[in-house]
């Protein structure tokens, strides 16, 4: 399985990005994506997950109601729509894929960075 994420860059306080995860390989032994993200001198911390069937998404409560986590089955893409950013989400934003419900995630992408100014 590979994943390839997309779509950082530089925003302003308060505006909006969207990344992608483009996931291909042994898709159907997929469970769950989960977006992470790690900023300078910090540890990495969780942002979201989906069910590989689009369902359930569950979001870290520093992002909840900023970020929507989806997915496009036609495209075997996830999305991580972000808005109302802010610096402290500054950034970078790596997908990863886990073959079961629980537990360790399998396989991860490369980061996409995000810088939000004030």
């Known amino acids: 399985v590979q994943l390839q994420a997309s779509g950082g860059g530089l925003v302003q306080d308060g505006g909006s990005l969207r990344l992608s995860c483009a996931i291909s390989g042994r898709t159907f032994s997929l469970a769950r994506i989960a977006w992470f993200r790690q900023a300078p001198g910090k540890e990495r911390e969780f942002v979201a997950r989906i069910g590989w069937g689009g369902t359930s998404p569950y979001y870290a409560d520093s992002?909840?109601?900023?970020?929507?986590?989806?997915?496009?089955?036609?495209?075997n893409t996830v999305y991580l729509q972000m808005n109302s950013l802010k610096p402290e989400d500054t950034a970078d934003y790596l997908c990863a894929a886990a073959r079961n419900a629980f537990g360790l995630y399998n396989y991860w992408g490369q980061?996409?960075?995000v810088t939000v100014s004030s």
């Open 111 to 113: 980061g996409t960075l």
């Open 63 to 75: 992002v909840k109601g900023r970020f929507t986590i989806s997915r496009d089955n036609a495209k």
